[in-house]
């Protein structure tokens, strides 16, 4: 069954570069828990979409990490299409 647009998550995370793609291992062995998006390479910037049905368990998940990745949580919110082109867009170039 589909997602509609109003139940998708977005999780903005930030990670040093040499723990993306460990990061990004660990997150596929999740199975479903969130797809991942580089969003800002020149700001370290990643995004983490998943359902809203999934915050939880994805904010637990991420929680549960140890610190030694460095991923630090920087914002959430609900996709939207007619914002898609700035969402997360919280600093002015």
Do not use: K, Y
């Amino acid at each position: 069954m589909p997602v509609a647009a109003e139940d998708t998550l977005i999780v903005e995370v930030q990670l040093p570069p040499q723990q993306v793609v460990f990061f990004q291992g660990l997150l596929q062995g999740e199975d479903g828990l969130a797809v991942m998006r580089c969003f800002d390479p020149n700001r370290l910037r990643q995004q983490l979409w998943t359902s809203a049905a999934q915050r939880q368990e994805l904010m637990d998940w991420l929680r549960g990490l140890p610190s030694s990745i460095g991923l630090e949580v920087l914002g959430e919110w609900m996709w939207a299409p007619e914002s898609a082109s700035t969402a997360g867009d919280t600093e002015s170039e």
